[in-house]
């Protein structure tokens, strides 16, 4: 699987570590729709527990999903939070973009 060749513009960082994918399985319920999922990571935020992450079985579809750092299953199954995108040039424009100009701007 080949990582997205794009530019991660802070606050966003370029991520690999499987700490965060660990804890994605950690957090999801039986009932969660990422529950099963195999992913990668791909970068996270630095001021925020938002990680994105890479299907395995698509790869151009994303994920980015608020971590809770719970160490534990959810009770939740709408938790944690998520967002999928259909390539990562719409993570870019929706969510990359966006939080770098405020981020920015701070």
């Known amino acids: 699987m080949s990582r997205p060749q794009i530019d991660i513009l802070e606050p966003w960082i370029p991520e690999s570590s499987t700490i965060f994918?660990?804890?994605?399985?950690d957090e999801l319920s039986n009932?969660?729709?990422?529950?099963?999922?195999?992913?990668?990571?791909?970068?996270r935020r630095l001021d925020k527990d938002e990680v994105l992450f890479q299907f395995q079985e698509d790869s151009n579809k994303y994920v980015q999903v608020h971590l809770t750092w719970k160490q534990d299953k959810e009770s939740n199954p709408t938790w944690p939070r998520f967002i999928i995108f259909n390539s990562i040039e719409e993570w870019v424009n929706q969510v990359m973009l966006l939080d770098h100009k405020e981020y920015e701007t701070d």
């Not at 994918?21 to 399985?25: H, P």
């Not at 009932?31 to 970068?43: F, K, P, T």
């Open 21 to 25: 994918l660990e804890e994605l399985y």
């Open 31 to 43: 009932n969660h729709i990422l529950y099963g999922a195999e992913l990668h990571v791909i970068a």
